[in-house]
């Protein structure tokens, strides 16, 4: 079973603070690793993909991915009200397999 | 990017009534899924449709209750059939475009519910 876990939250975080969001993953043959964001009742909006190990940075949102502990995360600078959402990281392998997590919970707090 | 128009964007049901759900892609990608959301939880995958081969379906999901039809390489439609308040839910198709590393964009949805 290939499975991608999260912390389902909420996690709370002040207005202006970092938010850090983590994922864990089973299958060592995953090759992609993405973050979804999805607001109440609306479908799920990707952010951010990554491919390769390090850290990779779009605006206030920096992903970043470590194969050898199998975990990807997500960091959101200067977190706003608007970013209160549900962050969903999804994993695709080499079967064509997309597999998601349970979603994380982010309440930005003005 | 991907633009994916799917409708209905929601649909009220009776019990025992079929409902077929269509989703279009505005490029040409081979490979399509369907999701189903219930309320407060992750998505779970339907089945995959690929163009030219039959549907794909995970465990949990049948061909004669979800029928998946793909005709070509930017649509498809997927039936919930004989339905039942249980199959409430929010549908979701998606496609996934293949470039520079794999991304899947969604469909906005359709917010289904079975009386």
């Known amino acids: 079973q290939k499975e991608v876990e999260q912390n389902s939250g909420p996690l709370s975080v002040p207005e202006g603070a970092i938010a850090s969001l983590n994922c864990t993953y089973s299958?060592?043959?995953?090759?992609?690793f993405f973050w979804y964001r999805q607001y109440s009742g609306k479908s799920p909006e990707l952010i951010m993909s990554?491919?390769?190990?390090g850290d990779k940075e779009d605006g206030r949102f920096t992903a970043q991915l470590n194969k050898a502990s199998q975990y990807v995360s997500l960091l959101i600078r200067d977190s706003q009200p608007s970013d209160s959402a549900t962050y969903l990281c999804?994993?695709?392998?080499?079967?064509?397999?997309?597999?998601f997590g349970g979603g994380t919970r982010l309440m930005v707090k003005p | 990017s991907a633009v994916i128009s799917q409708k209905p964007s929601r649909d009220i049901c009776q019990r025992g009534t079929s409902l077929t759900i269509q989703c279009q892609v505005d490029s040409q990608v081979t490979m399509m899924f369907w999701y189903r959301q219930q309320p407060g939880q992750s998505l779970t995958l339907i089945a995959t449709?690929?163009?030219?081969?039959?549907?794909?379906?995970e465990s949990g999901f049948v061909i004669d209750k979800f029928p998946i039809s793909r005709p070509n390489l930017t649509f498809s439609t997927l039936t919930v059939s004989n339905m039942s308040p249980e199959d409430s839910s929010i549908y979701l198709c998606?496609?996934?475009?293949?470039?520079?590393?794999?991304?899947?964009?969604f469909g906005s949805g359709t917010q289904l519910s079975v009386l």
């Open positions: 449709a690929n163009q030219g081969s039959e549907a794909t379906y």
């Open positions: 998606s496609a996934l475009l293949q470039g520079l590393g794999e991304k899947l964009f």
């Open positions: 990554i491919y390769s190990n």
């Open positions: 999804a994993v695709y392998n080499a079967g064509n397999m997309l597999t």
């Open positions: 299958d060592r043959g995953s090759q992609s």
